[in-house]
């Protein structure tokens, strides 16, 4: 079987490894990282005051996350391709200019909708920052120290994802909820100049570029992107009519895209970009594992606090052993993957998190947290493994004025993965805790449910697995 050739043909221009100016990047780069995860992680903290601050219900409240999770998704290939066309350096620039703005005005907002608003822009910068950081890597960094510095990047991501909760109890304790959005203003301002000054100035002409982007691919990929969210988060996991009526409009939509990108000019996506092997199952695995992840953010609460009666001060401990673990592994892994290459660290990852997914349910049952914990300290660091290794492979062999979409579309893949996971790995966990013999309608069997929902990510994660080793052998019949 003949393989396609890489997408990438040229020679990037990079940055010495040993030069100061490298390192003030992957600083800035990791501060650009850093925000849109805090972003997140912090907000959820906040629902309950924002319901009380309000007067709102929960259900209400609980848009001012998905609204800047739904943005993410929706915009974070088209602002990627915005990166290849204008220049990425100016389009960093730009997102960190709007989230930074954003921040600011929803510590500001006067009522929810106003914040929800906010959040929205907020999203927007955010995706920026997300999709053009990973683009900056494949073209400043050298490429024997890609894995490092994506490794760096999962890091500091992790970092933001468990420090939001505490953080974000400590600034509502001294200065109310708008704390939890204000805190980005001064770490935006200084990602700002530090991007600004450790970047030159993009080199190439963009006029020319700027007017081929493709306008009707990128709104019928939002609307198809927006539509399939909905359906997953809409009704808290409970699928109706409405939830059916979106999946079936997400479908229709991405069929009218791929139509219209078969047919177009300058494309917002290049359809052939999926028949390079390391790219099309990089995505794919991608998505698997991120929906095995969710699992455990959807599935772990209920079964800790239903089945072990953890309170929440506990619970949060426990759950937060997943974000340590994975910014302990994030770096050292990166670094690994520059030394041995993607193909085998990325097997490993997935190694690692199969032993995770199918031994949790039998260790939590068995010895109870700790069990858990340990578990889950499998699946993160396998998680950690895969993703550093496997963002370097496909970032590797995007084309480097590709680099910005192919970063969005990696990211895509990611945000797929958990509106996925949270709807239909939630439906899992709650089908099996109901429907295990023997179980009462008002005493769920956690148990049977989290036995369930870990043997549906057991095999999402060998699905993963089958496509990395049909990938790396492709590549070593071709090396041959």
Known sequence: MTRTAPLA??????????SPSQRTLLF????????????????NVALPTLAEAFAASFQAVQWVVLAYLLTITVVIVSVGRLGDLLGRRRVMLMGLAVFTLASFACGAAATLWQLVAGRVV????????????????????????????????????????????????????MGGWEAVFWINVPIGLVALVMVSRSLPPDSQPTTAKAVRFDVVGTVLLALSLAAYSLAMTWGRGQFGVLNGALLLVGLAGMAAFVWAESRVAAPLVRLEMFRHRAISTGFASSALVTTVVM?????????????????????????????????????????LVDRTGHSRVTVAGLAIMFLGTVGLPFAAIAWGVAGYATALGF?????????????????GCAAPDQRGLVGGLLNLSRNLGLITGASVMGAVFNHGASAAPGAASLQPDFAAGLQLTFMVAA??????????????????????
Do not use: C, D, H
């Open 9 to 18: 043909a040229t020679p990037s221009q990079v940055i010495s490894p040993a």
């Open 28 to 43: 800035s780069l990791s501060l650009a990282m850093l925000l849109p995860a805090l972003g997140t992680s912090i907000a």
């Open 122 to 173: 907020q999203g927007v910068g955010a995706a920026v920052m997300m999709a053009i950081a990973l683009a900056l890597v494949g073209e400043r960094v050298p490429k024997n120290q890609v894995g490092g510095a994506m490794g760096l990047l999962g890091t500091v991501s992790a970092v933001g994802t468990a420090l939001g909760p505490t953080l974000g109890g400590l600034l509502i304790g």
């Open 295 to 335: 699992a455990t953010m959807v599935a772990g609460p209920f079964y800790l606090a239903g089945a072990l009666g953890l309170e929440s001060t506990r619970l949060g401990l426990v759950m937060s052993v997943g974000p340590a673990v994975a910014a302990l592994f994030g770096a050292p892994v990166g670094r």
């Open 379 to 395: 699946i993160t660091a396998g998680y950690a493994t895969f993703q550093a290794a496997n963002n370097t492979a496909v970032m």
């Open 459 to 480: 095999a999402l994660v060998a699905m993963a697995m089958a496509l990395a080793l049909w990938s790396a052998a492709a590549g070593r019949r071709v090396s041959v």
